[in-house]
């Protein structure tokens, strides 16, 4: 099995020459799967079984700086000092083993989510792209977009898609070394898209996504449909884009979000990430829906709920959801 260190000595040339900067900075935007990623076929390179599509939140991300220092890791999360054992650093500690000359080189990280830190808001998604972006600038790499995705992706898989705003595809591949496994902007527009956050809680969810697809691929599941139902979610949604068909978009986004859930619901033990919140929004939505509300949802690893809808219904999404935070995606 080849290791995310060959990888990634394959990636920056480790015998390049070594001028890093005092400081490395970057932003990268959240992103939300409109077609998810659920299921690896790699587990330490982040390797997924089907493609992927997103949509960038522009304006919502994770912001990044970045420094070496002597010694043990310093992470800060959102203004906060993390201890050494603190899940997040240590994750985070644990990617930057990737990237340390020398074992004692050690790395200050000051890292801003603007949504909840792993709680289905896709913070790690922003944050691990951003952390590569940072990296990127402190050891004046240079790399192209492609060889940032694939770093990214080896922190955590959505992440791959979080370096570009608006619509991105994320190409499963088919190579052992995931070289071929990395995203790319899809050139579709959609100025009128808006999108709503439902925040529902802020914890941290209790079964990380890792974890989750792990339980849900191995062991009898409804798995292998969930497969086939992805290329044809694909295949329908590209031809929505193409037609600016924004209740397509959702239609076919909510179908897909709630078929990944089902497949979780169906492994053995289940895996439910939905609180009573996430099914009473679901029913207010679905019941405002059939009264000729268009409005649809996404939900990821977690009890929160993103909308999808056109700019001229966001008075109603507003008006039936108060506490949304609605953002636009595209420039119009
Ligand atoms: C449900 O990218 O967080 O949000 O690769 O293990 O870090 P790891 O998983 P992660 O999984 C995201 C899953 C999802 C769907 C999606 O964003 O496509």
New binding site residues.
Partial sequence: MISAQTIVNQLIHQNAPYSPKTEGTAFAPVNI?LI???GKRNNAL?LPVTD?L?IGLRTLGTTTSIRLHQGQDIIYLNNERLPFDHPFAQRTSRYLDLFRRQPNDGFMVMTKNDVPTGA?L?S??SGYAALVLALNDLFQWQLDKTQLSILARIG????CRSLWDGLVHWHAGQQDDGLDSYATPLVYQLPTLRIGLLTLSNKTKPV???IG?QQTVHGLSLYPAWKTMVDTHLTQITQAFEKQDINGIGKISEHNALA?HATMLSASPALCYFLPETLATLQTLWSAREAGLNCWATL??GPNVKLLFEAETAHDVKKLFPDINIIQPFVS
């Fill in positions: 799967a998810k990623y659920w982040n992927s997103s289905g896709a790690s998604a955590s898989g959505s992440a990380s996504s890792r697809m990944m990821d690893a």
